[in-house]
């Protein structure tokens, strides 16, 4: 069921994105009051299984294949909001690592499987378990409906997602869908069925609340991790012929509208250099695997609160300080690891040409999903990127230079021709200050402003820059304060005037005049304040450079996040612009 670029049209891509997104974002503030930091690894090992059982796909009727979606699994073990997150890390992992459906469809893709299929399977499980109670047949009898209205609604949603993009029409493609995918959905069912009788017999705790648990954590985790490997080994097995969406695509006559997807890493589940097909499709499964199950467990881990949790690392400076305190993921990131993985992520924003849409749709997607694990709230981030807004404007006289072709706006615009290709260069310029903007301000959030400082001098960038930039953000705070007490001063003695109720001193003119002498004033003392502070700190000693202790060493697995996101970053540069 994973869509190809190419099936869907921009506009639907888009809006799919924008949802799974939204429901990426409510899924991590919602899972985050439910699951404990001790139920991390199983979120990470039930994310493993998950990748290498969609490896095996398995023969259905008239040369059809399908496969394990698995939202109904993690939802009757962690919950919807939970597996909106697993399914998530899985085919996120599956698109970036494997081009297994394509980056402008991956939201659609998320949506579907994740979104959709959690939350169809959850609605469906939960009636069954309030009129069958607990008892193991009610359990059973809940995964096999449960995966089998998962599959059956995720794939009515693809069906209408490619009548909406044009590619066919709904006449044709929800009875197509419907009708493979509800063979499919019977596997679906019973291998959902058949986890949950093992789950029941081994540890029952995570179906029934008050149940004791057979196996211990690290015995049940172990079994899951052996299981994994299991699964990525009999991946070679798998069926050949195609999958739901495939065979319909090919029957409808669409199928030649898939495009490759523009990042090229592991295609068709290879490991270049290795030339034994079924090593490398069971190596490239176990990668997979272990891509998913990290992704999960940095994703869903929480620390617990009292004692022993980590607190925040500083308290705010200023009203104005953009920090937000937390302890995210990102926040936990050492600060050179994230001020040199967001000022590479912002050159590679700046060196994509004009037009890359998919390679400026991915890097969207990407600093989204960072502010959605960071947890500072989408709402945050979108009213501070409002800053990028002049700068997209400054580049509005590109509608009408770009040359033909062209559109002519009608009455009472006539004679004004907007050029299509100045309208690209203005388009991309403007989602490409919104994204670099996204970037600094979710790097500003997350990282109090004096690490930054310290990770600037770590990356070797002038002492001198360094010091102007602590000086300059210590400073502002300080002119912040000071136009504030004028402010009040002037209002204190700009009373009301008993003539007219305006208020008083005058109109428009006055107040101009007056905030014109406030400014001026405000620049002397600044200056005056500047000189006072240069002459205190030079009769000190004071040599540019930053005083702290040595900086600890960066944990080598985020050498080794960090090294992954700059390959990704250079291939996706070097693909958009070839």
């Known amino acids: 069921m994973h869509i190809p670029d190419g099936f869907l049209s921009l506009p639907v891509a888009a809006v799919l994105w924008l949802l799974a997104a939204l429901a990426v974002g409510v899924a991590l503030r919602r899972q985050r009051a439910v699951l404990g930091d001790q139920q991390a690894p199983l979120m990470g090992v039930l994310a493993a299984c998950i990748f290498a059982g969609q490896m095996l796909n398995f023969a259905v009727a008239g040369g059809t294949s399908g496969h394990l979606m698995g939202a109904a699994l993690a939802t009757i073990l962690v919950g919807p909001w939970a597996a909106i997150l697993l399914l998530a890390c899985v085919v996120g992992a599956q698109a970036l690592l494997f081009q297994d459906g394509g980056l402008l469809a991956l939201g659609a893709n998320v949506f579907n499987m994740g979104v959709i299929g959690a939350l169809s399977a959850g609605a469906v499980y939960g009636l069954v378990r309030r009129v069958g109670g607990g008892r193991r047949g009610a359990l059973l009898l809940g995964g096999l409906l449960s995966g089998w209205v998962s599959i059956v609604v995720s794939a009515l949603a693809v069906a209408l997602e490619l009548a909406l993009s044009g590619t066919t029409t709904a006449s044709l493609a929800l009875p197509a869908m419907a009708g493979v995918h509800a063979l499919i959905g019977i ?58 969406l495939e ?94 993985g967001a ?14 849409w998919p390679a400026s749709l991915a890097l969207l997607s990407g600093v989204l999903f960072i502010i959605a694990l960071s947890a500072i709230g989408l709402r945050v981030a979108l009213r501070r990127s409002a800053l990028a807004l002049p700068f997209a404007l400054a580049a509005a006289p590109l509608l009408f230079i770009g040359g033909a072709p062209g559109v002519a706006l009608p009455e009472p615009l006539a004679g004004v021709v907007i050029s299509l290709p100045g309208l690209t260069r203005f388009a991309s310029i403007a989602l490409k200050s919104w994204t670099s903007a ?37 400073y502002l705070f300080v002119l912040v304060d000071e136009a504030q007490r004028m402010m009040v001063a002037r209002a204190a003695r700009s009373g009301i005037s008993p003539e007219g109720g305006r208020p008083g001193g005058g109109g428009l003119l006055w107040r101009a005049r007056v905030t014109g002498a406030m400014a001026g004033s405000l620049f002397l003392r600044a200056i005056e304040r500047g000189d006072r502070i240069y002459l205190a700190m030079a009769a000190r000693g004071y040599d540019g450079e930053i005083r702290a202790f040595p900086p600890s060493r960066v944990p080598g697995w985020q050498l080794g996040a960090l090294a992954f996101v700059l390959v990704g970053l250079i291939g996706l540069a070097v693909l958009a612009i070839r």
């Open 187 to 244: 596997g679906e069912g019973l291998i959902t069925m058949g986890a949950l009788a093992v789950v029941y017999a081994a540890r029952r705790d995570l179906l029934i609340a008050d149940a004791k648990p057979r196996l211990a954590d690290r015995a049940a985790l172990i079994i899951g991790l052996l299981l994994a490997v299991g699964l990525a080994v009999m991946s070679p097995l798998a069926s050949a012929d195609p999958d739901g």
């Open 247 to 340: 065979a319909v695509a090919a029957s409808l006559g669409f199928h030649e509208q898939a495009r490759p997807s523009a990042l090229q890493v592991f295609g068709d589940y290879a490991i270049p250099g290795i030339a034994d097909g079924g090593l490398s499709t069971v190596l490239a499964g176990a990668l997979g695997a272990a891509a998913a199950a990290g992704l999960a467990y940095l994703l869903l881990r929480r620390r617990p609160s009292g004692e022993g949790s980590r607190a925040p690392a500083r308290g705010l400076a200023h009203d104005l300080d953009p920090y937000l305190p937390g302890d995210s993921p990102v926040h936990r990131l050492d600060a050179r690891v994230k001020l040199a």
């Open 343 to 356: 000022m590479a992520f912002i050159l590679c924003v700046a060196v994509l040409p004009s037009g890359a």
């Open 438 to 474: 996204l970037m600094a301000i979710t790097l500003a959030s997350v990282t109090p402003f004096p690490e930054i400082l310290r990770a600037l001098r770590a990356l070797h960038v002038p002492r001198q820059l360094v010091s102007v930039f602590g000086l300059m953000w210590r």
